[in-house]
């Protein structure tokens, strides 16, 4: 009798340890964050330059749970709406 070969697409992965899942996670997020802070700090610089009001505004919410929650949101003046 012959040995039946299983064909090698067959095989299934394993899945990943969620340890690695989490540093690939970490990493991914790292290097994005390292790529979009500095484009946000040159919007803020510009925002700066133009107006004479601050960059970013501090402002203060209320949480759906009754809690209030301090915000920063980008300030951006525009002297028309289109």
Known sequence: MQAIERPLVSRRLQPAPSSLNRVIDCTIA???AALTVPSIAIVALIIKMESAGPALVREER???SGRRVLVYKR????TSLF
């Not at 300030?75 to 525009?78: D, P």
């Open 30 to 32: 790292c290097a994005l």
């Open 62 to 64: 209320l949480a759906r």
């Open 75 to 78: 300030w951006q003046r525009s």
